[in-house]
């Protein structure tokens, strides 16, 4: 049986630390909910064609949950070189009504099933939020942040999303899919809530997911606290203008960020410009391959 090459103690730790980072392409990053929809194998082939290693399916952008269909996408992937990194979905456990968070279970699951089927190792988890600002666009103005329903508080919310998720485990460490808890708006728009939720949960099979461009005021003090605990990472740029609001992210400092707590996973972008995307995702590449010095 072959022995592991040993590490090689004249080549600098910290090279041998950027040079595992890979990068992978959201889908999103061609289709921002506006129709025509891209589909999933454009966003396979024009991966491949820019060099980067995986895909971050986002499930909105499916065409079908059928078998047949989980198949072919994976089939596409393996012939492009391209490895599915992640299923990106949507879900809401803050509600007092049991059986709409049983509803959001159910769908968790459904998820998990279909990451299972495509070989796709993690799925992107929301907590959830609110909705007493049903706006989007009235969210961000009031920075992600929500009051409570009358008549309950934020610790009431994190119960029913602790809960959840406990329901969620025993199908994720079925079909062996990690459920990536995202830095995202509502309970988790600051650290301090992603990781109320992850150290509650304390399972391996709850992971976490660093989103760049998901913290709106002086962003890099909270990735340093949320990049120990980094699972998956997606990065966000917003050439042309942000679709919804645009930050001007340091990605040298946030690469630092990464490198100090030792992340060596996947950079998934996010590409949320105005720009058409068939010039803004080669250009952020670049940016992230500079950065995180990936070839």
């Given at each position: 049986?072959?022995?592991?090459?040993?590490?090689?103690?004249?080549?600098?730790?910290?090279?041998?630390?950027?040079?595992?980072?890979?990068?992978?392409?959201?889908?999103?990053?061609?289709?921002?909910?506006?129709?025509?929809?891209?589909?999933?194998?454009?966003?396979?082939?024009?991966?491949?064609?820019?060099?980067?290693?995986?895909?971050?399916?986002?499930?909105?952008?499916?065409?079908?949950?059928?078998?047949?269909?989980?198949?072919?996408?994976?089939?596409?992937?393996?012939?492009?070189?391209?490895?599915?990194?992640?299923?990106?979905?949507?879900?809401?456990?803050?509600?007092?009504?049991?059986?709409?968070?049983?509803?959001?279970?159910?769908?968790?699951?459904?998820?998990?099933?279909?990451?299972?089927?495509?070989?796709?190792?993690s799925i992107r988890l929301n907590s959830g939020r609110w909705g007493t600002i049903p706006s989007f666009d009235d969210l961000m103005a009031h920075r992600g942040i929500e009051p409570p329903l009358e008549g309950y508080t934020d610790d009431d919310a994190f119960a029913w999303c602790i809960d959840s998720i406990e329901k969620c485990l025993p199908k994720a460490q079925q079909c062996g899919v990690l459920?990536?808890?995202?830095?995202?708006?509502?309970?988790?728009?600051?650290?301090?809530?992603?990781?109320?939720?992850?150290?509650?949960?304390?399972?391996?099979?709850?992971?976490?997911?660093?989103?760049?461009?998901?913290?709106?005021?002086?962003?890099?003090?909270?990735?340093?606290?949320?990049?120990?605990?980094?699972?998956?990472?997606?990065?966000?740029?917003?050439?042309?203008?942000?679709?919804?609001?645009?930050?001007?992210?340091?990605?040298?400092?946030?690469?630092?960020?990464?490198?100090?707590?030792?992340?060596?996973?996947?950079?998934?972008?996010?590409?949320?410009?105005?720009?058409?995307?068939?010039?803004?995702?080669?250009?952020?590449?670049?940016?992230?391959?500079?950065?995180?010095?990936?070839?």
């Amino acid at each position: 049986m072959p022995q592991p090459q040993a590490i090689n103690p004249l080549i600098p730790s910290d090279t041998r630390q950027r040079s595992s980072i890979k990068l992978a392409i959201s889908s999103y990053s061609y289709w921002h909910f506006r129709e025509p929809r891209v589909s999933l194998e454009t966003v396979i082939q024009k991966a491949s064609e820019l060099g980067v290693s995986g895909v971050d399916v986002l499930h909105q952008q499916m065409d079908s949950e059928e078998r047949s269909y989980l198949h072919q996408l994976k089939s596409t992937a393996f012939r492009s070189g391209i490895d599915l990194v992640c299923l990106s979905i949507h879900q809401n456990f803050v509600s007092p009504d049991p059986e709409r968070r049983q509803h959001q279970i159910d769908h968790t699951h459904r998820c998990i099933e279909l990451a299972h089927e495509m070989g796709i190792p993690s799925i992107r988890l929301n907590s959830g939020r609110w909705g007493t600002i049903p706006s989007f666009d009235d969210l961000m103005a009031h920075r992600g942040i929500e009051p409570p329903l009358e008549g309950y508080t934020d610790d009431d919310a994190f119960a029913w999303c602790i809960d959840s998720i406990e329901k969620c485990l025993p199908k994720a460490q079925q079909c062996g899919v990690l459920l990536a808890l995202e830095n995202h708006w509502g309970l988790t728009y600051a650290p301090e809530g992603v990781l109320r939720i992850a150290q509650a949960v304390d399972s391996p099979w709850l992971g976490v997911l660093m989103d760049t461009g998901n913290f709106l005021e002086e962003p890099y003090d909270k990735l340093e606290v949320l990049a120990p605990h980094a699972d998956f990472v997606q990065a966000k740029t917003y050439l042309g203008g942000g679709e919804w609001y645009d930050l001007n992210l340091d990605y040298d400092r946030i690469a630092q960020i990464l490198f100090d707590a030792n992340y060596t996973g996947y950079i998934s972008l996010e590409f949320e410009g105005k720009e058409h995307a068939d010039t803004g995702v080669p250009k952020s590449l670049d940016v992230l391959r500079r950065a995180f010095k990936v070839a």
